[in-house]
């Protein structure tokens, strides 16, 4: 694991373009493991842990346009002059739109299971969360449970990669790793965002994802792809079709 400018963050490949993954709320890069352990990608990649979840720094702005300014910082010292390609999932792949829309040179934003909708109650739910204190466990396996539920991966083994730095330790108990202020998400401003995009936007879901479906995705890319048994977290339940999908985009 890797550190630069309060975020941590995996890397490997050789040669371009770069490939960034960005996962969704609640999770950890640890999520696109079942998609790096297929060699499919000839470049190289780096995915950060978000402000705020796994090993990366805690507090300060948890908006959109701050996270990917965090993560756009991370792109401009990793990247060696190639393009970028991104790949972000659900919040994540927000923050690749978003991340389209600057200077940076974005060949494609890939966007996964993007929820794009929210009504008020929702919101106020999220806030809701977002002002509570971290439950803190006696016991690690305790916590972890609590991190699955946060990223919609409750059926996953505890020891699975899936859930790699999802806890950690506070005041001599255990807890989710993700700062609970994080969940105070915005309004997605869908069709603003790839508006401003000056690359393509590619955008994808589960067949079975109940928080988006394609149809709806097509109102902002008329190609937006269902992939075939898979819910929301679409890159573990089905990571050689989300590999299809992306490579199959210019």
Not at 21 to 48: D, F, K, N, Y
């Amino acid at each position: 694991m890797l550190r630069r400018g309060g975020l941590a963050f995996e890397r490997g490949g050789n040669g371009g373009p770069l490939l960034v993954l960005i996962h969704g709320l609640g999770a950890t890069a640890g999520v696109w493991s079942a998609m790096l352990a297929e060699p499919c990608w000839q470049g190289r990649w780096i995915a950060p842990d978000l402000p705020g979840h796994g090993r990366s720094d805690h507090g300060g702005d948890y908006s959109v346009g701050a996270i990917a300014a965090a993560i756009g910082d991370l792109i401009e010292a990793e990247r060696d002059g190639e393009e970028v390609i991104i790949l972000g999932h659900s919040l994540g792949g927000l923050v690749a739109i978003a991340l389209a829309g600057t200077a940076l040179p974005v060949r494609a934003a890939h966007g996964l299971g993007i929820k794009v909708d929210w009504s008020d109650e929702e919101l106020q739910r999220f806030a809701g969360l977002a002002a509570r204190p971290p439950k803190l466990f006696d016991s690690e396996t305790e916590a972890l449970a609590q991190h699955r539920r946060l990223c919609g991966l409750g059926e996953v083994a505890p020891d699975s990669p899936l859930l790699a730095r999802g806890v950690a330790m506070q005041d001599g108990q255990w807890r989710a790793a993700m700062d609970m202020a994080a969940f105070a998400v915005e309004r997605p401003r869908m069709a603003e965002r790839v508006a401003a995009a000056r690359c393509p936007v590619r955008l994808a879901c589960g067949e079975g994802d109940a928080m988006i479906s394609a149809e709806r995705l097509r109102d902002f890319d008329p190609e937006a792809f269902a992939i075939g048994g898979a819910g929301h977290n679409a890159m573990v339940d089905a990571p050689g079709a989300v590999w299809n999908w992306l490579q199959a985009t210019p």
